[in-house]
């Protein structure tokens, strides 16, 4: 495939050192290109905040990115399955990456797709449905309807467990291990099985997902599960219900690991406007009552990352403004830990950040080599395109800058930053034409695009 590099910024940096003034070239590289624009169509293939698509392999200093093909079933039947899948490129550089290369077949959205990587093995989550619907025999139209359009929450129709797959590094590719099932497959109609999840692995080296499953035909709940072990992906301990919807309405957990064995999940639960986080505690075994950091929202995401050197967890959100806001959770991780404390706003970082803009739009990023950690966020804006905000261990600053694809006729969405920028701030990020007509003439194939910023300090 031709890469094509949209353009490339090398700022000239200037600082003091003892006795003299040194000039560094490329101390900030902006870089725009091209990933794939021909196998995604339709929406989905980057989404969503709360899940990774973007890995950086520090030994092999390799970019190794992750995205959907999209609806391609939607257009073409049944004949349009082979090419729903989970796609994977890598790079060295950042500006020109490797071939199409498939990870998972039988599931073209990326909305499950979680990606963890520990040493040399990536790990990545996902929900197969239309793996599973075709195995169960189920035809992707009946009497002029599509499958997750056919019966009602209380009707069965098949099972979609919620899988992790595991990939070996081994010079450059990836070579497929092992599958295994961490949560199972529940009633739901509309997609069949536990979805939107997200996978972590705690200091004590044992896996976690968390995910959205049908409870009943009223609401959603999160399950959330555990590896048996530390170490091993293989054997996995009953689901928990961590929390059940009193009414209908999306649901959006990610599960992230804290210190000393400890895991939050942070969860929005539409029906009730609220976006919360649950701790676990490995001395009691048990997940406390939620803490509630925000209410009413429009746009139902978050993006959460944690901070080990001032043990501290990082949460940005939208509230019910479209604002992006930022807390932080210290240790010992109480209700009181909090800052700013519950019974007052989050700090305000971007405005217009999610309301009336889609709401795969924000990724909060943390740079672990510092103490504390900065954090970079990309979000997108009301021109509906994406802008940087930095944070430097203390505040925010109030610079904004523009990031990605600017061009009139395309805005910009779904944007999935890596968990650490230690190495750059890289993102991948979903292009659309800006009118609807082309797109359609278009047949609805969308820009998948990865941008690299090597220091994102030196812009503010």
């Known amino acids: 495939m031709n890469n094509i ?35 995604c169509r339709g929406a989905h293939v980057s989404t969503r905040p709360h899940n990774r698509k973007v890995s950086y392999h520090t030994p092999s200093k390799t970019w190794y990115v992750f995205y959907g093909t999209g609806h391609w079933t939607e257009k073409l039947g049944e004949e349009g ?25 039988g599931n073209g959205h990326s909305s499950s797709t979680d990606v963890l990587l520990v040493g040399d093995r990536i790990y990545i989550a996902n929900t197969r449905w239309g793996f599973w619907r075709q195995r169960a025999g189920i035809p992707w139209e009946k009497d ?26 081994i ?30 692995r705690d200091s004590d080296g044992r896996f976690w997902v968390a ?44 599960i992230i690991a804290l210190d000393n064995g400890l895991v939050a999940c942070v969860l929005f639960a539409k029906y009730e406007l609220m976006t919360m986080v649950f701790l676990f505690n490995p001395i009691s075994n048990e997940w406390g009552n939620p803490h509630i950091i925000g209410k009413g929202y429009q746009s139902k995401r978050a993006s959460a990352v944690f901070d080990p050197g001032s043990r501290r967890l990082h949460v940005v959100y939208t509230d ?7 807390r932080s959770l210290t240790a010992p991780y109480n209700m009181g830990n909090w800052f700013p404390s519950l ?14 803009t889609g709401d795969d739009d924000l990724s909060l990023s943390v740079n672990t080599s510092k103490n504390p950690a900065p954090l970079a966020l990309v979000h997108r804006a009301d021109d509906l395109h994406l802008h940087l905000k930095y944070y430097d261990g203390d505040q925010w600053s109030p610079k904004d800058v523009k990031v990605g694809l600017d061009d009139s006729e395309w805005i910009c969405d779904e944007a999935s930053a890596v968990a650490d920028f230690s190495h750059g701030f890289g993102f991948l990020y979903a292009s659309v034409p800006r009118d609807p007509e082309v797109r359609k003439k278009n047949d609805n194939i969308v820009q998948l695009r990865f941008c690299l910023i090597k220091n994102p300090e030196i812009l503010f």
């Open 81 to 105: 399955a082979r090419n729903e899948l989970i796609a994977w490129r890598s790079s060295k550089d950042g500006k020109t990456f490797s071939s199409f290369a498939p990870a998972i077949i």
């Open 320 to 326: 019910s403004q479209g604002d992006a806001r930022h």
């Open 171 to 200: 010079d450059g590719n990836l070579v497929k291990g092992i599958t295994v099932e961490a949560l199972p497959g529940d009633h739901h109609v509309m997609h069949a099985g536990p979805h939107y999840g997200s996978i972590t």
């Open 343 to 356: 019974d007052e706003d989050g700090t305000l970082v971007a405005t217009n950040a999610g309301s009336n």
């Open 211 to 254: 995910a959205r499953a049908l409870a009943d035909k009223s609401g959603l709940s999160t399950w959330v599960a555990r590896t048996s072990s530390s170490d091993n992906v293989i054997d996995w301990e009953p689901y928990h219900t961590l929390f059940k919807s009193s009414g209908p309405g999306s649901h959006a957990p990610q």
């Open 144 to 169: 002029g309807k599509a499958y997750y359009h056919r019966g009602s929450s209380d009707s069965t129709m098949f099972y979609v467990p919620y899988e992790v797959f595991t990939y070996d590094i």
């Open 5 to 39: 590099l949209i353009h490339v910024s090398i700022l000239l940096v200037f600082f003091i050192l003892p006795g003299r003034i040194a000039e560094t070239e490329e101390a900030v590289l902006i870089s725009d290109v091209l990933v794939d624009g021909v196998n």
